[in-house]
């Protein structure tokens, strides 16, 4: 079966058999045009087309595919720089060919150009794989934690029964809501306690966003964050904007900004769960007074939708100490997400250096 095996660069005209090979995995599945738009759009992958692959496939007998994996271009800056970077997407291998895996992977810590290799969704079963390539879990935040609050208890447990391929009557799934549901009116107050902030919806990125991208770039240039400007901000969150999965808040007036959070709904469709994660904070006076008032309007919102949980994860120490305030739920996930490598020993060094970071879920591919 793998004797005439090849690795090749994927192309576009590949979508109908890679998306057939996520489905049969259990991968969430773009449309094409979705899909499409990861490339096509994206700003770092205009700009260096002509040396980056937007993948690689395995290929078999009959042009058959057997094996993906996804190639993201993203921009970093740090200390006045800006760094290439690249995103492993939706790695996915047919069972009879997984000891060709690896393949996949070389390729992508192959690429010469790339400054940062940086991955954020790294499940348990490709943890050891990347640590065969000497990728490095990032030294901040808890990626292996996940912080949540139950917005809707009766719709959450059953989602969170059918993780456990448990069935059980619905008037009991009342009745085992009772607990959660307590600790929301109990807990309540530490949410309503924050001070009185003016929050401001965004229904689109506009030229505020470039404003304050330049001031944040400019007062915490040995920080390592991906480009936040109002061209990367629309590519990255262009069809949830379209379809009103992201909710952008913003203190400040007509013409700048101070601050700004980003959640998502992200749902879990296989088990009727319904999500939205905080994806990202950032704030020009490094100061997190404002996120208290964030979360209240989020998790507000999601009882008003009938949402079923709010979720975070990942964020530094700072913004984290303020999210346990809010008495949230805490779960361990199956492995650490967050790994990063790259060949300039300069910048390893640097990197070593919690300092270094502000990691959240807007980076890598967590939010695409």
């Known amino acids: 079966m793998t004797s005439s095996l090849v690795v090749r660069e994927a192309c576009f005209e590949d979508y109908p058999q890679i998306a057939a090979l996520e489905s049969r995995y259990g991968l969430d599945v773009k449309s094409f045009e979705e899909w499409k738009h990861l490339w096509s759009d994206n700003p770092a992958y205009k700009e260096h087309q002509s040396e980056l692959p937007i993948g690689w496939v395995l290929e078999g007998e009959n042009k058959h595919i057997a094996g993906?994996?996804?190639?993201?271009?993203?921009?970093?800056?740090?200390?006045?720089?800006?760094?290439?970077?690249c995103v492993a997407h939706s790695w996915v291998v047919d069972e009879h060919y997984r000891s060709y895996a690896l393949l996949l992977l070389e390729e992508y810590f192959s690429q010469q150009k790339v400054d940062v290799f940086l991955n954020s969704t790294?499940?348990?079963?490709?943890?050891?794989?990347?640590?065969?390539?000497?990728?490095?879990?990032?030294?901040?935040?808890e990626w292996n934690r996940s912080s949540f609050w139950i917005t809707n208890c009766h719709g959450f447990l059953q989602g969170w029964l059918a993780t456990k391929g448990i069935r059980i009557a619905k008037p009991f799934t009342y009745v085992l809501a009772a607990g959660p549901f307590l600790k929301n009116v109990f807990f309540g107050s530490a949410i309503r306690g924050q001070r009185k902030v003016d929050l401001q919806t965004c229904d689109e990125i506009d030229e505020r966003f470039d404003l304050f991208w330049d001031t944040l770039r400019r007062r915490e240039s040995h920080v390592l964050r991906t480009i936040r400007n109002r061209e990367f901000l629309n590519w990255h969150f262009r069809d949830a904007l379209r379809n009103r999965k992201a909710w952008v808040l913003a203190v400040g007036n007509a013409s700048e900004i101070m601050s700004y959070g980003i959640?998502?709904?992200?749902?879990?469709?296989?088990?009727?769960?319904?999500?939205?994660r905080f994806i990202d904070f950032q704030s020009l006076e490094n100061s997190t007074d404002v996120l208290l008032p964030m979360l209240s309007w989020a998790l507000k919102r999601c009882r008003r939708e009938g949402i079923h949980m709010l979720e975070c994860i990942g964020f530094r120490e700072d913004k984290q100490n303020v999210i346990v305030t809010a008495r949230p739920y805490r779960r361990t996930l199956p492995s650490w997400l967050y790994f990063y490598k790259t060949s300039d020993q300069d910048l390893t060094r640097i990197l070593s250096d919690p300092g270094a970071w502000d990691p959240s879920q807007f980076d890598g591919d967590s939010s695409l």
């Open 263 to 276: 959640f998502l709904r992200q749902d879990n469709a296989k088990y009727g769960l319904k999500r939205v």
């Open 122 to 141: 790294v499940g348990p079963n490709a943890a050891d794989s990347f640590a065969v390539f000497q990728s490095l879990p990032v030294p901040v935040g």
């Open 68 to 85: 993906y994996l996804g190639n993201i271009p993203l921009f970093y800056e740090m200390l006045g720089r800006r760094l290439l970077t």
